[in-house]
């Protein structure tokens, strides 16, 4: 009898993964509801604020926005948004909205994840409206294509697939007009944790190959980064992002919610790390982001 892996055959497991994905957005519904940081669209995918959580999980969530936002907006400004991002694991992320808003938008906005939460997603974007405008608006025919697991607009694309299944997820990317010449930024926030080494690495491996000027953004536990076939990687653990972060902005959000023991928030900010890594064989200076 073949043996299990963890995370690999079981469903049980995979739902568990799925439900993360909930996780992310109701933390992060709830720190933008108390004022950490403006999300406009955070509360059309969780509709409810729902239960109070600790000003340490909102802290640290707060450092995770903000310092994953600061490597994507460089990334966009170095290439003059003339690239591609592409958000492995995105659940119910909004950067893609963040961007449009902000005038920044790459030539196309990529998400993966599983074809069920994809499915959720592409409910909420065809229900609301102010989801959905900014992909018509974006987009020039009359038609998107919309089915129950992807959504294809000229600007965003949303893939219902398996990030431990390459060929399929490349079979998809491609079928979505990935174009592996431009410049592109691969986010992972809280995502390859979810695998076994074996398959992240894998993952992580197959971008160099495939992607010859591109840089990979991960938000995670400190030792899960794996480094071969890029040609530089910078880690900083979230204590150190913290204490980088614009220093008026962290004050205002100190104000917000008086906290007790500031010895768990830098336990949980030791805790976890961001990493970048970067291939630039167009020379973009990308190292230097
Ligand atoms: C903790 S959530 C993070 C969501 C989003 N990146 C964020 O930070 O708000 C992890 C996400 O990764 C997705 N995920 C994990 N393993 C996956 C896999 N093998 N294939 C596709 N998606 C996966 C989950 O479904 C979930 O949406």
Redo the contacts with the bound molecule.
Sequence with gaps: MASKQPFTDSDTADEA??A??D???TC?RFATSKGYWTDLYVQYFVRQIGERKAPEINRGYYGRVRGMNLLIDAFLKKTQCDCQVV???????TTFWRLKDENIMPKKFFE???PM?VARKIHHIKTKPPLSKPLIETHSTDSLLLDGHSLDSDRYCIIG????DLPALEEKLKKFQINPELPTLFL????LV??TSEQSSKLVNWVADTFPTTMFIN?EQKERFLSAGWESVNALDMMTVYSVLPREDVTRIERLEFLDERELLQQLLQHYCICWAVKDKLSLGEASI
Excluded: P, Q
Aim: with cysteine.
């Design positions: 993964v799925r993360t994905c996780d992310a957005s992060k958000n492995l694991g995105a659940g119910l992320d993966v994840d599983f939460i697939a398996d990030l431990r992972s926030e809280c995502v979810y695998m938000y």
